[in-house]
């Protein structure tokens, strides 16, 4: 799973948030080439799969960081083709790795294995297996600033929309029982600023929505 990915260019699993970025971040550290960052859209393709972000976002990240940022539209049903036809079409240009910020959540693994073997390349994981709080403490530390852009109303309340992760409010989140992590969907985050970033993401907030149990930040 965690091979040697020094000086082999790589693809980056890109949801926006804080553990695809550091996982980003740890795999240029270890010497890997970043070629692009993958993300997946909704059908309509103005807005991330997983944090439902608008595609002004993701660029800004994708340009802050001096990195190509490739998208793929799918519904949940077509997901899995586009996203392995993507990763066939890396595999030509001679990328060999993807790149995931999962932490501990086997199904997740095991899916990104299957897919990065499906096109002949390997699936990296620099977070796997270790504490939650360790890994977000981490993001902290080194300068990452991750907003919160997204709560499940039934394990938070809305007002942490759009504060941005501390270790004070590591704390506080943890007091109240919820994963600082947010692995079992508690939260999302979006990263606007940190290590590699040329300069800061520029969030415009037009108020909050609500879909479900979920309140989001309405960015432009």
Request: with cysteine; glycine share 8%; hydrophobic share 40%.
């Amino acid at each position: 799973m965690n091979c040697t990915i020094n000086n082999r260019p790589f693809f980056s699993s890109w949801s926006g948030g804080k553990d695809s970025c550091l996982a980003f971040y740890h795999a240029v550290q270890a010497g890997g080439k970043p070629r692009y960052l993958f993300t997946m859209l909704s059908e309509e393709g103005e807005r991330s799969r997983s944090h439902a972000l608008p595609l002004r976002i993701l660029r800004q990240q994708a340009a802050s960081l001096g990195v190509v940022l490739i998208t793929g539209a799918a519904t949940w049903d077509s997901y899995e083709k586009v996203f392995i036809d993507q990763l066939r079409k890396f595999k030509i240009e001679g990328i060999q790795f993807g790149v995931f910020g999962d932490i501990d959540l086997e199904e997740h693994r095991n899916w990104q294995e299957n897919a990065c073997g499906a096109a002949e390349m390997k699936a990296y994981l620099p977070l796997w297996g270790r504490p939650r709080r360790e890994i977000v403490a981490e993001l902290v530390d080194l300068g990452f600033q991750a907003v919160i852009v997204t709560v499940n109303e039934e394990k938070m309340d809305r007002h942490y929309l759009g504060r941005i992760l501390d270790r004070k409010l590591i704390d506080e989140l943890e007091s109240k029982g919820v994963d600082a992590c947010g692995e079992s969907g508690e939260f999302h985050t979006v990263i606007t600023d940190g290590p590699l970033f040329r300069q800061p993401v520029e969030l415009k907030v037009k108020g909050l929505q609500s879909h479900d149990q979920y309140c989001f930040l309405n960015i432009e």
